[in-house]
């Protein structure tokens, strides 16, 4: 079992950086990819970013150039640099890890406006 803890969300205005934070716990031998997906109300569930535990990142289009995901330190720590953001990018962002079923983070709130 993983247990994921995201934070760093926040209100931004257009033209803002944010960066996102996703601590994982428990039994992580097993963890083959980390990512990011992002959630409006009433909308599905959009996959934005992963990281494999060999280091092949791979992004949306609509945040490509944009954000960035990257490990920390820490085992099982995983980034989301967001630049440049837009009202478009307004979600709740859910950190996933794969171990080897796919688990979820509770969210974090990214805000975009004026």
């Not at 950086?17 to 959630?39: D, E, F, K, P, T």
């Not at 990257?70 to 709740?92: F, H, I, R």
Request: positive net charge; proline residues 4%.
């Amino acid at each position: 079992q993983v247990r994921l803890v995201e934070s760093g969300g926040g209100l931004v205005q257009p033209g803002g950086s944010l960066r996102l934070s996703c601590a994982a716990s428990g039994n992580l031998s097993r963890v083959s990819s980390m990512g990011w997906h992002r959630q409006v109300p009433g909308f599905q569930r959009e996959w934005v970013a992963h990281i494999t535990s060999g280091g092949s990142t791979n992004y949306a289009e609509s945040v490509k150039g944009r954000f960035t995901i990257s490990t920390g330190d820490a085992k099982g720590t995983v980034y989301l640099q967001m630049s440049n953001l837009q009202p478009e990018d307004t979600a709740v962002y859910y950190c996933h890890a794969d171990s080897p079923f796919r688990q979820w983070g509770q969210g974090t709130q990214v805000t975009v406006s004026p």
